[in-house]
């Protein structure tokens, strides 16, 4: 009979539980939606030129198509956290992968530039996902795993670029966009086949007064992984400690108190105001200003790549679209450099739980505006390729350790809000660089746009020495101070 005097936590369920057969299939699931995310945003390196031949419409309408997908992301990921925090990870998963998968095969089929703009648009509110399922999989992972994991789960987006630049490579050549944007919805159809495959959070469940449904999915967790739970009752992170202040260091655990009662907490925005309390709205500035930044390079970068190339030989002169888009560079300097993200990961695989988030973080930002600076001069094609596909791995390397550091910072109540919401920010930086930097490049400014970039990325570090807390090796809260 269990003993009823001993508590434990979630976070200690899961380490008597392990990393096993239970954690690689949630892990497989979760990376797949980001596998579908990543092709949905890489293809509009594709579609755009392909869209401006066959309307003819202008320049400034081909950046358009990209900023209203960001526009659509913006509004996604807030959404789709504030779902998954009020009313659980799995009700997020339904309406991401409906949405996703139907318009986005629709979009297929639109008839004119309108209407394409208005579905992709809405495919953008789809695709605003990463935050949720990124959370949904930390939940399930051990602390001491969890910088490792998560930096491996990355891979998935990378995977998904990758494939995308691949198969346009190929559809691009021997069809038509169209069949491209029709293809690239095969994952999110599969993650709306796998939906009731998927269990809940049992974090999430314990949370909100339901534990008896995290002890049977915590169970099935052990069951599978042919493990033991410990014995004695499962509470809260909030319930298991005394009132204690906060001292971010590496020895004690992330804003936890039971001062306020994440569970009285009833409206349906408050995980959002949650963010603006005293101990979270430095923190929650700082990481929105740090996705903005991050996320306006790393996007910058991989829309810069298709235009570098042409730009620089052909300023003053005019290219015409057919010409690129049936230019088989195009697409293998799409592919190497997404190709390129791979040894990012390996290398913030291996300094994430070494030197800490803040540390690894500011090194691989420091790495990009290293490579960056050199395209403030005019360089062979060969030489930009590499210096792009160096900025991108190591920015890609970046928006991997945010996003482990994002979600390990907030309290469950507030989990997939505070990483939705610092996503969605970052989401501005994604909308705004089409029009501002590639607008630049596109009218030989280039020297403009490298002093821009190098400016944000700056920014960006001083954003991260910043934030008062480091996470490394500690477990996740459930609660926070007011």
Known sequence: MADEGHRYTVDEALTAAGFGKFQYLVFAYAGLAV??????????????????????????????????????????????????????????????AMITSGIGLLSAFSPNYISLVTLRGLVGIGIGSGPVFSAWFLEFVPAAKRGMWMVIFSTFWTLGSIF????????????????????????????L?????????????????????ARNILDKIALLNKAKLPNGMLVSDATSRPDEELDPTDNTPL??????????????????????????????????MLFFGNSFTYYGIILMTSKLNSTQSKCGTTLTVSQSMHDSSLYFSVFLASLGELPGLVLAGIIVD?????????????????????????????LITGLLVGARMFAFGAFTIACIFTPEIYPTYTRTTGAGVANSIGKFGGMICPLV?????????????????????????????????ETRGQELSDSVDA
């Not at 039971?258 to 430095?282: D, M, N, P």
């Not at 500011?362 to 960056?372: A, G, S």
């Open 35 to 96: 596998f579908a995310e990543a092709m949905e945003i890489m293809i509009l390196s594709f579609i755009g030129p392909a869209v401006k031949s066959e309307w003819g419409v202008s320049p400034s309408a081909e950046s358009l198509l990209s900023t209203v997908v960001f526009a659509g992301n913006l509004v996604g990921v807030y959404l789709w956290g504030l779902l998954s925090d009020n009313y659980g990870r799995k009700k997020g998963f339904l309406g991401i």
């Open 164 to 191: 995308e630049a691949a198969l346009a490579w190929i559809v691009m050549i021997t069809l038509n966009w169209r069949w491209l944007l029709a293809l690239s919805s095969i994952p999110s159809f599969a993650v």
């Open 193 to 213: 086949l796998l939906y009731s495959l998927a269990p809940e959070s049992p974090r999430y469940l314990n949370v909100k007064g339901r534990a008896t449904e």
């Open 255 to 288: 804003l936890t108190s039971s001062r306020i009662r994440i569970t009285k907490l009833k409206s349906g925005f408050s995980s959002f105001l949650l963010l603006f309390s005293s101990r979270l709205v430095r923190t929650t500035l700082l990481l929105w």
């Open 354 to 382: 070494r030197a800490g988030r803040k540390l690894s973080l500011t090194i691989m930002l420091i790495l990009v505006f290293i490579c960056i600076l050199p395209l403030a001069m005019l360089q062979c094609n060969i």
């Open 437 to 469: 930097a590639v607008g630049l490049v596109t009218r030989c400014h280039q020297t403009a746009v490298v002093i821009l970039f190098g400016a944000v990325i700056l920014f960006a570090v001083i954003c991260v020495a910043l934030i008062p807390f």
